[in-house]
């Protein structure tokens, strides 16, 4: 997807023939994205078309690279503006085709992939498992995580079920837990229709087992001879057929099992219902207490909080382009980890998100969820975390007066959108409520071509020109 917005955002020639490099790069690409689909469809590995890339691409770079500055400004680049603003539309294009590359081949051989893995961008791939656990436990470790806030859900209702369970002396207590813990869903919803499907299932498998006790008896034989088939049904037609045969036939299962160990009667049936129902109760009460609308909301403020970390980004980024150097971080700090922190809550609100039905209450505070562009938000925190590491790689001169001022006025304009689009989609009590007005890039600086402005410059203006068009994507969904 990124590689498609990078291809059609292209700038025309200006009426002259192609160049070269140029046409190089793009055929290069092309490659690249036909040797990737066929290794996903298992191809071999796309070596050497990306290799073929990285070459093109630095041909191209060096091409229009502006020679190293003597006295602290940055030389006037031989190209024109034209010629310098679509080589870093190329560029960038060529950078998506070679990180598309690279994760088709990381998905398809994982830690054995063959083309070159870049250990800042896909540093999982090699990260050992311990790391990789340790990772994901810190990043998680907060109220704002979905998968914090479903392990808390969890483990308060399991505690709950045994205490019931210890309480009241169940008879078979564990079912009662096994219950909570299988029947309870990340949202309300889903758990009360869940509960409802099960019930109704435990009931048929009671029916059913009082029936087949009432009618057998002690008869052990007969229970021994049917376990094995009604295993085999049991754990092949209920994970197809939903949570209401998987209750039933598991109902039905554990009778046929503990018939065996006891002298049976048609009681056992009644245990198995009171034990379900009993874990089933417990599941709806926290699943109502505990975040009850699951990722829905949580979605909306972890991509509210992505797009603000990212604003912070931007403006850091501008300046820093207009200035000449790198922002300073704090000794021992990564740079940019409070937007990695931030993507990762996103990702994983939007991963579960997918997997939730849409909940009762429909809009809620003007805002339809569905109709949000959630991937284009987290691919802009994805475009601002990856093209600020591109463009603040080693020091350089500054642009200019005139391209400084104006990068750093496009940088400011593109972060102040994304946090008038962050108060859309999460707007706090005192928020004033205001659409998200369609935006002209023609109208807001980005076609600007300052007197003697490097290729860096409008390598800058294509990363916030991307931004805007993401932003404009995930606006169309929140405009209303």
Do not use: C
């Not at 036909?34 to 191809?43: F, N, P, V």
């Not at 409802?196 to 001879?225: D, I, K, N, S």
């Not at 990856?386 to 972060?415: F, N, Q, T």
């Not at 108060?423 to 005192?430: E, S, T, V």
């Amino acid at each position: 997807r990124t590689l498609l917005n990078r291809l059609t955002q292209l700038p025309a020639t200006a009426g002259g023939p192609p160049e070269s490099a140029v046409i190089a790069v793009l055929h290069a690409a092309a490659r690249l994205a036909t040797a990737t689909a066929s290794h996903l469809r298992a191809g071999p590995p796309p070596v050497a078309p990306y290799e073929q890339l990285v070459a093109a691409r630095a041909h191209l770079s060096a091409l229009s690279a502006a020679p190293a500055a003597t006295d602290g400004t940055a030389p006037a680049p031989d190209l024109p503006p034209a010629v310098l603003r679509r080589h870093a539309a190329v560029l960038e294009a060529a950078y998506a085709a070679l990180t598309m590359g690279t994760a088709a081949d990381i998905a398809v051989q994982g830690r054995k992939a063959s083309v070159e893995v870049s250990p800042a961008r896909f540093w999982y791939a090699t990260a050992p498992a311990p790391y990789l656990w340790w990772h994901r436990l810190r990043g998680h470790a907060e109220r704002r995580s979905v998968f914090f806030q479903n392990a808390v859900r969890i483990a308060m209702a399991l505690t709950a079920a045994r205490l019931v369970a210890g309480l009241d002396t169940l008879p078979h207590g564990f079912w009662a837990m096994l219950a909570t813990l299988t029947l309870t869903r990340t949202t309300m919803d889903e758990t009360w229709s869940t509960i409802r499907r099960a019930l109704a299932g435990t009931l048929a498998g009671a029916l059913v087992t009082a029936g087949t006790l009432a009618l057998v008896g002690a008869h052990t034989a007969v229970y021994a001879a049917v376990l094995p088939v009604w295993m085999l049904v049991a754990f092949t037609v209920g994970p197809v057929k939903g949570v209401g045969w998987a209750q039933g036939l598991f109902t039905v299962l554990v009778a046929l099992v503990f018939a065996q160990l006891a002298p049976p009667t048609w009681r056992l049936a009644e245990v198995r219902m009171l034990d379900v129902l009993v874990g089933s109760a417990i599941g709806a009460v926290f699943g109502l207490l505990a975040w009850p609308r699951g990722a829905h909301d949580e979605l909306r403020r972890a991509t509210a909080g992505l797009l603000r970390r990212a604003a912070e980004i931007v403006v850091a980024t501008s300046a820093s382009v207009a200035e000449g150097g790198a922002p300073a971080t704090p000794s021992g700090v990564t740079g940019h980890q409070s937007l990695q922190h931030a993507v990762i809550l996103a990702e994983s609100a939007y991963a579960q998100f997918q997997s939730e039905p849409t909940p009762f209450g429909g809009r809620r505070r003007g805002v339809a969820l569905p109709e949000v562009d959630w991937q284009a938000t987290l691919m802009a925190g994805h475009h601002t975390l990856w093209g600020s590491e591109r463009l603040l790689g080693p020091p350089h001169a500054p642009p200019g007066p005139a391209a400084a001022e104006s990068v750093s006025g496009l940088g400011d304009r593109v972060a102040g959108r994304m946090l008038l689009v962050s108060a859309a989609l999460d707007p706090g009590a005192d928020t004033p409520t205001a659409s998200v007005p369609p935006i002209d890039p023609a109208l807001t600086g980005f076609t600007t071509e300052p007197p003697g402005a490097p290729r860096l410059y409008y390598a800058t203006v294509s990363w916030l020109g991307s931004l805007m068009n993401d932003l404009a994507r995930i606006a169309h969904g929140s405009r209303e």
